[in-house]
């Protein structure tokens, strides 16, 4: 099997996930977003690099932004349209590139998992500095402000009144939720085909952010049947075969908080016993012969 990851060669994800494939006998190359390119012409399409076209599988592993927010716009549209063209050509695509479009957008794949029944955190998505007031006063006079776009937590601040949620207002699109007072943890569940991988994340000292990229520490978790059905709808909802699921304790059971549709399992690995890198190339096997 011809397995092209999208991503940077240097990349911890990247280097385990190829290992995992070379051992599995698979040829597994690496392809850097930057290379990326599409021909159109009568005959069809064609894409670039060569190993592209030649692919049974493509797996993507993360998407770099541009230099400005421009850039970006277009890199996401541009890669987005390709790998699209690639799907549509009879390349499977992991995750689909329906799945990641609905992912990077996290108002978008909330929408999505409240409208599949999944609880989700009060959110309000305005765009002028008196709605960013009223929103946070309607959230209970303070909430979280996240980005549309962003993920390992970058990005996101606590609100602590509507007076500066109307000043964060000011500058366009804001994304607010209400804040959950979490127990000091949440729950990371990573979905890979059928199977699920949970860990429990501990926010740091004076910190309410549980990321690992930001200090969380990541600890064994045994899920209880209600947070895996949870995970496995959410990412069914997306249309992703590969999940990070995040959901926050309540007094009411269980939140999806967000939904990552190129996740990481750094941390998760260092206390799971399984190998994620091999699961992950297993369930790259079973699309591309499905695709066959």
């Known amino acids: ?16 996930l190829t290992t995992a494939l070379e051992r ?5 190359s690496v392809v850097a977003w930057g290379e990326l390119g599409a021909a ?30 421009t850039d970006r716009l277009e890199e996401v549209i541009f890669r987005m349209d390709v790998l699209g063209r690639l799907e549509a050509a009879g390349t499977p695509v992991i995750n689909r ?17 409240a409208g599949a029944g999944v609880p989700v955190p009060h959110t309000l998505v305005v765009q002028s500095a008196d709605d960013a007031r009223s929103a946070c006063a309607q959230l209970g006079g303070t909430c979280v402000a996240k980005p549309l776009f962003g993920s390992r937590g970058q990005g996101i601040v606590r609100i602590a009144s509507p007076e500066e949620a109307a000043s964060a ?14 127990p000091g943890w949440d729950a990371r569940i990573l979905v890979v085909g059928s199977e699920v991988h949970a860990m ?55 939140v999806v908080v967000e939904v990552n549709a190129v996740p990481g399992w ?6 799971c016993d399984a190998d994620l890198a091999e699961r992950v190339a297993s369930t790259l096997e079973r699309a591309a012969q499905a695709g066959l």
């Not at 329906?98 to 999505?112: G, N, P």
């Open 1 to 16: 099997m011809r397995v092209v990851v999208l991503g940077e060669r240097c990349g911890w994800h990247v280097e385990r």
């Open 24 to 28: 599995r006998g698979h040829d597994a």
């Open 40 to 69: 159109v012409t009568s005959h069809g399409p064609g894409f670039l690099p060569r190993a592209i076209e030649q692919a049974d599988v493509i797996v993507v592993r993360g998407m770099p932004g541009g230099r400005s927010p």
């Open 97 to 113: 590139p329906r799945a990641l479009e609905i992912a990077i957008d996290k108002y978008l794949s909330l929408a999505v998992m």
């Open 169 to 182: 207002g000011a500058q366009g699109v804001i994304y607010l939720q209400e804040f959950l007072d979490h």
């Open 200 to 254: 429990r994340r501990i926010a740091p000292p004076g910190e309410w952010r549980t990321n690992v990229a930001l200090g969380g520490r990541p600890e064994p978790f045994i899920a209880p049947p209600e947070w895996i059905d949870l995970a496995r709808r959410s990412a069914a909802a997306l249309g992703a075969d590969i999940a990070g699921v995040d959901l926050i304790p309540t007094p009411q059971g269980p």
């Open 266 to 271: 750094r941390g998760l690995q260092t206390v």
